[in-house]
């Protein structure tokens, strides 16, 4: 096997999507745009797309860490508009565009245009993801976004197997395709529900970080593996336990938290930077197999069929977003007025990403055992290509200028500091009376100073939040708090310079310098989280 294609690949994705931290570009439209420049250049190997690879390979993962780092209880708030959005609105998309399809190619049958519709439905948990963190979004709709682009994919590849079914030969009907889908739904989310307490267990009991960030890492294959196994949704699995594990994380020994928070901010950023490269990458591999369609039709039926998935997505989020509430009190009652702001950026945020590209490219290339050959495969290629590309590109461009023209009110920094104040505050007198009366026992018995220690820790921790609302320093910028970390780090730094010094000189060997500097980056690792809070 020759890995230097696949050590390339990841490098160089890695590269470019560092260099688009410097630019106004989001990093996945630089990606897909150098994808599709190097597919082109001479002696660039083949990249093409395995969903064998893909799906149980890259998406777990993706998922998994997406929905660690969402809110169980946002998500559960937002349950409603979520749930419209990633089984609704995917199974409305599958129909509009597989009909607009099936009206729009001379010769497509009905069944293979819905299997496009089904492939070029779900909006891209990456694509949303990424751009989202660069706009800044209000936090209502990213959580709708979050949730939609976590849980859409398991609806899109039932669909795509039910329509898929049909065009093979297999035969399905339509309580067949609703059998079907209550399986991978009940069923991914019933192996979620049985996985989910004995993995935390786990995680818990385990002594050694090590050990325990292997388990995390195992956690979505083992989730998604193991829904796959029964025939039920793997998505929808995996993201049941991440959602569980993300919402108990505190319950996890520090080190192992701090620890995976660091491999999983280098997984997601490795698989995020080569997917979006890989998307580029694809396009020698779809032009190749054209054929007949070469030419101004197949560009004409790639713009037709993007506007209308456009098109599709404001036809389900407006009706979505204020029907429910015209037709039941109880909403009305309950929840906030929307303005016509929010469903615009939620429409247009929908952008396709590498599961449509790999759902595509798992399209069998005969049907009826063989005999024939699958009709139209390669312009569906074709057509889910230009697709992702068009949506990743106009819309993930437009999508910022677009938050700002709308002007969203902006969230209130002042009163976010205020109430971690306040919340601070609260746990430090908590944790002032635990150490009054743990200290009363003369099992634990400090000498004074280093009881003393530990009630400066406290104050220094409840007054750290404080000080970011008091004045700054009028030649630096900086608050006080602000310029106790900047010393505290040059401290460190000057005791680092002092090890090292003493190592070289042989005063100290190599093992005990790991010690100290472990010390040492620990204390600075607390300095920066503070300071980045």
Do not use: C
Not at 333 to 344: L, Q, S
């Amino acid at each position: 096997m020759d890995v230097m294609p696949l050590l390339l690949l990841v490098a160089g994705s890695a590269a470019i999507a560092a260099a688009a931290r410097r630019t106004p570009v989001p990093a996945p439209l630089l990606l897909v745009a150098v994808g599709l420049v190097v597919s082109y250049v001479p002696g660039v190997p083949d990249y093409t797309l395995d969903p064998d690879v893909v799906l149980p390979l890259l998406l777990p993962p993706l998922l998994y860490t997406s929905a660690t780092d969402s809110s169980y209880l946002d998500l559960r708030a937002q349950l409603r508009p979520v749930a419209l959005l990633s089984v609704g609105y995917v199974l409305f998309a599958t129909f509009a565009v597989g009909w607009a399809a099936y009206l729009l190619v001379p010769g497509l049958p009905l069944t293979a245009a819905l299997v496009l519709g089904a492939v070029v439905a779900p909006p891209d948990a990456v694509a949303a993801t990424a751009v989202a963190r660069r706009v800044g979004l209000p936090s209502r709709i990213t959580t709708i976004l979050q949730g939609e682009s976590l849980l859409n994919d398991a609806t899109a590849i039932t669909a795509y197997k039910v329509a898929l079914a049909v065009v093979v030969g297999e035969g399905a009907s339509w309580a067949g395709g609703i059998e079907e889908f209550l399986v991978a739904a009940v069923g991914g989310t019933a192996v979620g529900l049985i996985l989910m307490a004995p993995l935390h267990w786990l995680r818990t009991h385990l002594k050694e970080p090590l050990l325990q960030n292997t388990l995390s890492l195992l956690i979505p294959f083992v989730a998604y593996a193991a829904a796959e196994q029964f025939h039920a949704s793997g998505v929808i699995a995996v993201v049941v336990v991440a959602l569980y594990l993300g919402h108990r994380a505190w319950e996890v020994d520090f080190a192992t938290r701090l620890q995976e928070e660091a491999v999983w901010k280098m997984v997601a950023f490795v698989l995020e930077s080569a997917v979006f490269a890989l998307i580029g990458l694809q396009l020698p591999v779809v032009l190749k197999g054209l054929g007949a369609y070469e030419g101004l039709d197949a560009a004409w039926y790639a713009v037709v069929l993007f506007l209308v998935v456009v098109a599709a997505r404001f036809l389900w989020v407006y009706p979505a977003t204020f029907l429910p509430r015209l037709l039941s009190p109880r909403i009305r009652a309950r929840e906030e007025n929307p303005t016509w702001r929010g469903p615009v950026v939620i429409a247009w945020a929908g952008m396709r990403g590498v599961v449509s590209l790999a759902i595509a490219f798992s399209i069998p290339l005969t049907v009826d055992d063989g005999d024939a050959p699958f009709p139209h495969r390669n312009l569906i290629l074709f057509l889910t290509f230009t697709t992702v590309i068009g949506t990743l590109v106009l819309q993930g461009l437009t999508l910022p200028p677009l938050i700002r023209l709308l002007r969203f009110p902006e969230a209130d920094p002042q009163a976010a500091t205020l109430a971690e104040a306040n919340a601070q505050a609260q746990a430090s007198r908590v944790a002032e009376e635990r150490l009054d009366a743990l200290l009363s026992d003369e099992r634990n018995t400090l000498p004074p100073p280093l009881a003393d220690r530990l009630r400066d820790v406290l104050e220094r921790r409840r007054n750290a939040v404080w000080e970011r609302l008091g004045q700054v320093n009028p030649v630096t910028g900086e608050t006080v708090d602000d310029t106790y970390r900047r010393l505290s780090r040059e401290m460190i730094s000057a005791e680092r310079e002092v090890f090292v010094r003493l190592r070289d000189g042989r005063y100290i060997d190599d093992e005990m310098l790991r010690t100290l500097l472990r010390r040492l980056d620990l204390e600075e690792a607390a300095a920066y989280r503070e300071a980045t809070t």
